[in-house]
């Protein structure tokens, strides 16, 4: 269920996610502001099957709403439009974003009571590990 992901969560680490934000075309500075930021992420349930995630950091604040299997149109963090579909499969929220013919794919689940969230653009995946606020 969805609803295991929903909380607040903080970011304890992050492998790899340079190499991944070079996949996705970010450029030199966009990316050294997203390695030095630790976002927090706000995931919450809303009326109608609408589904809340937020992150935050000192860089930059970013919110989605979206149901399950709707395709939804998305500005990222790094600016890119992008075609957005989200689904739980497996028990995790597999997010898909598609722009100027590229996919990537996010896939956020819970492993030992942590928020794992795996980034992958073609061969490039960076792992980032969120941990629960009380």
């Known amino acids: 269920m969805v609803e295991k992901l929903a909380g607040t969560w903080k970011m304890t680490s992050s492998e790899n996610f340079d190499e991944y934000m070079k996949a996705i ?24 099957g609408v589904i809340s995630m937020k992150s935050q950091s000192t860089f930059k604040t970013t919110e989605i709403k979206f149901k399950l299997g709707e395709e939804f149109d998305e500005t990222t963090a790094d600016d890119r439009q992008t075609k957005t579909i989200i689904t739980f499969d497996n028990g995790k929220l597999v997010q898909k974003q598609m722009w100027d013919g590229k ?32």
Not at 31 to 40: I, T
């Open 25 to 48: 075309g970010v450029g030199l500075a966009t990316r050294k502001m997203g390695n030095m930021a630790k976002p927090n992420l706000l995931i919450s349930m809303e009326d109608a």
């Open 103 to 134: 996919t990537t794919t996010l896939e956020r689940d819970i492993q030992d009571g942590k928020l794992i969230a795996k980034c992958t653009m073609d061969d490039v995946v960076a792992v980032r590990t969120y941990e629960r606020e009380a």
